[in-house]
Structures are given as C-alpha cells and as structure tokens.
C-alpha cells in the first residue's frame, strides 16, 4: 500500500522529470536552430565573396552586376557628402541599339580624344587606336550616335578597386549597344603586377571573354584587377582633377559601392582626330 506521502513524492519525481525532459528538447531544439541560421549566414557571405571575386566589373547588357569588397555595417549611412557637380543640360537619353559591331572606319595610324563633357567638368581622354582599333572604332561610331549623351555614369567603387564606371545609357549597369566587342591590349605595358594604374579608362565585361559593350570604367586610383578588361584610353592630369572631385564626394550606400553621390551625367561625349 502506498503512502501519500510516498505519493506525493512519486509525483513531484515525475514532474521534474517533465520538466527536465522539456529543458533537454528546448536545448536540442535551440542547437539545430542555430546550427541552421550559422550555416545559411555563411552560405551568404561565401557567395558574397565569390560575386565578387567572379563579376567585378560587370556589364550588365549581359546580365551580370558587380558587387563590392566591403564589410557591411550594422551602422546607420554616413551623412551625405555635398554635391560637386552641376545640374545636368537639359536633354535625354536616346534608346539605340545595333544587331552588330560597326565596320571599321578609323586610321589606326592617328591619333584620338575622347572628350567627356560632364556636369562635374570635362574628361579629356586620350584613346589607344592602335592597340585597341575595334573599341575605339565603336566609340567614335557611338559617340557620332549621340550614344553616350545625357547618360549617368551609375557607379563609383571606393573600396577594393578605384573606378567610376560609365556607359549605359539605363544608367543601371543593364544597359549595352546590342553588340559586343573583342578584348584587346590586354598585354598592354601599364598593367603591371594585376594593377590597373590611376588614370586608365577600361572596358567593362561580363566576366567572360569578348564581351565588352558600351560600358567602361575610368580608375582614379591604382587598383588591383586580372588583365581581363580592355584598356582603350589613358586621363589627362586636368581630368584626374576632375575624376578625383568626383570620388571624393564618395557612394550612396556607405559600403565601398554603389551610385556616386555626385550627379555624374555625360552631357556630351564627342571623339576628335588628329
């Protein structure tokens, strides 16, 4: 015969058993759940890296978008920077498009300047003809177009790489001509150690061989890049001044990479002889 003292002694043993039995599976629980958001957490930051690493300089004709190497801050955006530049002329973008590249129609053997008329002041660029014949051809045949006209140059890298990319006259990263264009002078004498030098103007791509467009980038710093994207043109010191003033005023996102703060619109691209 049980006692009731030895009954409720009984009971209040099976209770602690309850309870120690719902402390154990809640700790089991809180395991395999933090197992799980640590394995996605870094799912994420290894497929940050390998964008990154893969599409750096991305031309988005081709659907692919550069992302920055940068360490995302829990922090608020830094306040933003006042803009150096002026109000864009008035105008639009013109919505062009060709099915392939244009015949050649330079003389490899003269010399070109690209001149970026842009509301942050003019980017005198003087263009490698020889070295690279078939994107200067594209871009005397685009700037004639009235291509490259009212187009936003969308975005500035400040972390990593140095470059304000231009070109696209969505002014997303989207945009292209319809055509592509075949790498060159990629053994070019300036690109030395994986270093695309300040003052260099390049062909943006997809990552992939001969897939240049519209797109290009203009580096105001040395920055650390493969020999994988067309060097065509080299800034003089005024438009490294200006290039700089745009830099300086830094990116939207206050993470290394994003749309410059600066209203940076191609007013008017025109490609000279002499």
Sequence with gaps: MVSQEQRRRQLAREKFLRQQQRRTEARRKAR????????VLGVIVIGAVALYTTHVLGDGDK?????????????????KAPDPCQKPAVGSVKKLSWKKEPAMSIDTSAKYTLDLATTCGDI?????????????????????KGYFDHTKCHRLTTQGIYVLQCGDPQGTGMGGPGY???????????????????GTVA????GQKHTGGSQFFLVYKDSPLPPQYTPFGTIDAAGMKVLNKIAGAGESTGQGDGAPNATVVINKATVTKS
């Design 32 to 39: 395999v759940r933090n197992s799980a958001i640590a394995s």
């Design 63 to 79: 659907k692919t978008e550069a992302s920055a190497k940068t360490t995302p801050s829990a922090s608020a955006p830094p306040s």
């Design 124 to 144: 005198p660029i003087a263009l490698k003809a020889s070295a690279a014949p078939h994107t200067v051809n594209s871009f005397d045949f685009l700037a004639g």
């Design 180 to 198: 592509t264009l075949p790498d060159e002078n990629l053994k070019d004498a300036s690109l030395k150690k994986h270093t695309y030098p300040a």
């Design 203 to 206: 062909m943006a791509n997809t």
